[in-house]
C-alpha cells in the first residue's frame, strides 16, 4: 500500500537518449515534487506541482520537463541525457503549501537511481 | 557558503551512546526546522520538525533549534543499530525547503 511509487526504480541508459520517470501518490496530496540527490547525498529540489499548477521551476537545464496529468501525477520526462544527469530522482508529495514551499512533511518516494553510460 | 551547512560524517557510535547531530544556517528568514531520516536505498522520511526556536522531544529524539545562534540540533538517546541511517536536516522560510547534505550514521553492536 504504496503512499508516492515511482517507476522504475532503477535506470541505465546511454547518453542522447530520453527517459521518463512516473510518480504517484495515493495520499490524496495536492502539492507533488521531484528532487534529486547527487552521489553526496545533497538533495535538492528542482520542481513542484500544486493541483497541477508548476510553482517552482529551479534552475534545471530545460531537457527536464515535467508533466502532471493530475493531482495525483507527476513525470520527469529527461531529453538527451547526459552523463551529469546520473542521479538518484525522488518524486516527494505534501498536503497544501505556503507560498510555493513544502509544508512542513513531505512523503518521499523510494527514488529512481539513473545512470548514465 | 551554503544556506545550511551539515557535517557529512561518518559518524560512528557504539550502541547505547548519545548521539548529536548539528546543522548551521544562514538564512534567517527560515522558520521551519525538519529531520529527515535516510536508509540505504531509500527516500528521506520525516523524523521531526520544530517551528522556530525551542525544544521538542519525540521518544528518543529530541530537536533543538536556536535561531539566535542559527544552529539546530538532533539528538538521539540510547542509540540502536536500526538507527544508522544518514540524517538530513531541511528548513524552510518562504520560499522552498533547502536541506543539509546529510549526516552518516552508523551505531555499532
Known amino acids: 500500500d504504496t503512499a508516492v511509487s515511482q517507476t522504475p526504480k532503477y535506470l541505465v541508459t546511454q547518453m542522447g537518449n530520453d527517459k521518463s520517470i512516473k510518480c504517484e501518490q495515493n495520499?490524496?496530496?495536492?502539492?507533488m515534487y521531484w528532487y534529486k540527490q547527487d552521489s553526496k547525498k545533497f538533495l535538492k529540489i528542482m520542481f513542484s506541482?500544486?493541483?497541477?499548477?508548476?510553482?517552482i521551476n529551479e534552475t534545471v537545464p530545460n531537457r527536464f520537463s515535467p508533466k502532471s496529468p493530475d493531482k495525483a501525477h507527476l513525470n520527469l520526462h529527461i531529453n538527451s541525457l547526459e552523463l551529469g544527469d546520473s542521479a538518484v530522482y525522488f518524486c516527494?508529495?505534501?498536503?497544501?503549501?505556503?507560498?510555493?514551499?513544502?509544508?512542513?512533511?513531505?512523503?518521499f518516494g523510494q527514488g529512481t537511481r539513473l545512470t548514465v553510460v | 557558503q551554503k544556506e545550511v551547512e551539515q557535517d557529512p560524517g561518518p559518524l560512528s557510535v557504539p550502541e547505547g551512546a548519545i548521539v548529536s547531530l548539528n546543522c548551521t544556517y544562514s538564512n534567517s528568514a527560515f522558520q521551519y526546522f525538519m529531520w529527515y531520516r535516510q536508509y540505504s536505498r531509500k527516500g528521506p522520511e520525516l523524523l521531526m520538525y520544530?517551528?522556530?526556536?525551542g525544544n521538542k522531544e519525540d521518544g528518543r529524539f529530541t530537536a533543538q533549534v536556536d535561531k539566535s545562534s542559527k544552529y539546530i540540533s538532533l539528538f538521539i538517546r540510547d542509540s540502536q543499530p536500526s538507527d544508522s541511517a544518514t540524517y538530513l536536516c531541511?528548513?524552510?522560510?518562504?520560499?522552498?525547503?533547502?536541506f543539509g547534505t546529510g549526516t552518516k550514521l552508523q551505531v555499532i553492536p
Open positions: 531541511a528548513m524552510r522560510g518562504y520560499q522552498k525547503v533547502t
Open positions: 520544530t517551528y522556530s526556536s
Open positions: 516527494a508529495s505534501s498536503q497544501g503549501r505556503v507560498r510555493g514551499a513544502m509544508n512542513t512533511e513531505a512523503f
Open positions: 495520499l490524496g496530496h495536492d502539492t
Open positions: 506541482y500544486n493541483n497541477k499548477e508548476l510553482i
